[in-house]
Every structure is written in structure tokens, then in C-alpha cells.
């Protein structure tokens, strides 16, 4: 088992598609470990595991617990850690942070959200050795309306140019998120790092979703997600006959008792 490295992910550019997952837990850090080059822990966690309305009241000391655990228990994935809202809010205050979950989780990036606006952030952590992700379109933490990303030439504009400055500033790939599918093309095609897309068509790098959407776990149905099983279903029946054996008594039965 070789461990994937951020050389490996630059140089499956053009070549074989990037394979990404969200993965916020053991569980399903060890399994998306075994099939996905990088693993993200994302802030998605905040409204995927507790219910928040937005990423914005996520914080670095949950998103640590959360990268220890996934970090820990994926042994080849690259492990991307997500900075919060509001912690890379200068290079000076990135750099802290960023020092400090990466000597606490182990993870072998950060990413970052933004485009021209977080370049000079960006230079900085990547002078200073660590490896950051970048992200452009729709971007959960500033973004008040969750729309598609692109739709006019000002747009398109705006995030081609984000897409360059922040690879200029040395990201290893770029997050592109909900945006129309010519302009994924273009910026694919543009710059030399890999991009990897949710909701930004086949034409990126690689592929990213959040695990429990894919899963069919959350009750968030974009038309960017496809839904490769339905655990809320299974759950929901595993769950049901479970109380129904309960108050039958068919739980515990022989089998489940100590003599
Ligand atoms: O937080 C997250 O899960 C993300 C993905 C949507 C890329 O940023």
C-alpha cells in the first residue's frame, strides 16, 4: 500500500482522475481510505453531523477532534484538513493555525477557501512547508446564497481569475464548487495543478461529494449528488424493528444472553 502524496495527486493531472471523499469519523475514514486518493475533513460537518445552519459556527477545536480520528485511521489517502471560518483571516493568524492542526491531527494539507482575496495567505503557507488545497465557486463560508456559480460573464471572470491567482500561489489542486460546466472546462484546462470538482461537471480532475449525501444519509438532494445508497432508509427500518422486538420481547433472545 503506498501512501498517496501531494507529487502523486500533481501528477494524476491529465491522467487518471482524483478520487475524493468528506469523511468526518473512523468508520468511514477507514473505509474511503481503502478507495480514495484524498480524504477531506470538511467543515460540512458542522450542518452533516449537528444540524448548523451554516459552516461559519464550526470550530477549529471540533474540526481537530474530527482530524485526529479520520487522520488516524486512514493509513493511504491524502488527509485534507478544512480551516474553519475566520481562522485564516491573515497569513500571520493562517500560519498559527494551520502550525497548530497540523502538529495536533497529523493531516497532510489544509484547504482554504477563496480565490484572489486568500492568495497572499496562501503564498505564505506554502512557503512555510505546508501543503494547502484551494477552493473557488460557490464558497460555503462567504456565500449567503447557494446558487450555481458562473451563470454570467462577470462571474465567469472573476472565478477564472481566482483560479489562476491561487495557482500561482502554489495550491497542490483547487476545490470548484457549483459552478457551469464550460467554465470548470476552461479552468481545467488552464491551469497546470488539478481540479476537482462537486457540481462542476466531468470536465475537472477528480471528483469530490460529501460522504453522507452520497450515501443517501443526509436529506440534502442537489442535483449535483448521486445518491449510491439510502442508509437513512436502512436505518430507519434497522431502528424501527428494533423497538418493535423491544416491546415484543424477540430482543434479547437466547442468543444475546449469558448463562
Ligand atoms: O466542507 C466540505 O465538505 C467541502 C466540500 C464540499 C468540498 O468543502
Do not use: W
Amino acid at each position: 500500500m503506498q501512501k498517496i502524496t501531494v507529487k502523486k495527486i500533481l501528477s494524476k493531472k491529465n491522467k487518471t482522475p482524483i478520487t475524493c471523499l468528506t469523511a468526518y469519523s473512523k468508520t468511514t475514514a477507514q473505509i474511503a481510505d481503502k478507495y480514495c486518493d484524498i480524504i477531506l475533513v470538511g467543515d460540512s460537518l458542522g450542518m452533516v453531523l449537528h444540524g448548523m445552519k451554516t459552516t461559519r459556527d464550526v470550530t477549529i477545536e471540533s474540526m481537530i477532534l474530527h482530524g485526529k480520528t479520520v487522520k488516524k485511521f486512514s493509513k493511504k489517502s491524502l488527509v485534507v484538513f478544512d480551516m474553519p471560518y475566520r481562522t485564516y483571516t491573515n497569513k500571520y493568524i493562517a500560519y498559527k493555525n494551520a502550525k497548530r492542526v497540523i502538529k495536533l491531527t497529523k493531516c497532510d494539507a489544509v484547504k482554504l477557501e477563496g480565490g484572489i482575496k486568500v492568495a497572499k495567505i496562501i503564498k505564505y503557507l506554502v512557503n512555510k512547508k505546508i501543503p494547502v488545497m484551494g477552493h473557488i465557486g460557490l464558497l460555503p463560508q462567504s456565500s449567503t446564497n447557494f446558487k450555481l456559480k458562473g451563470k454570467n460573464i462577470f462571474q465567469k471572470k472573476k472565478i477564472f481569475q481566482d483560479a489562476v491567482a491561487i495557482s500561482n500561489s502554489g495550491v497542490f489542486a483547487i476545490v470548484i464548487e457549483c459552478v457551469v460546466e464550460s467554465l470548470a472546462k476552461e479552468i481545467t484546462k488552464y491551469i497546470s495543478v488539478p481540479t476537482i470538482g462537486i457540481g462542476a461537471s466531468k470536465y475537472c480532475d477528480g471528483q469530490i461529494l460529501v460522504i453522507d449525501d452520497m450515501l443517501g444519509l443526509s436529506d440534502f438532494f442537489p442535483k449535483f449528488v448521486k445518491r449510491y445508497s439510502n442508509l437513512r432508509e436502512i436505518i430507519d427500518k434497522s431502528i424501527k424493528n428494533y423497538t418493535k422486538d423491544v416491546k415484543t420481547r424477540r430482543f434479547p433472545s437466547s442468543k444475546n444472553v449469558y448463562k
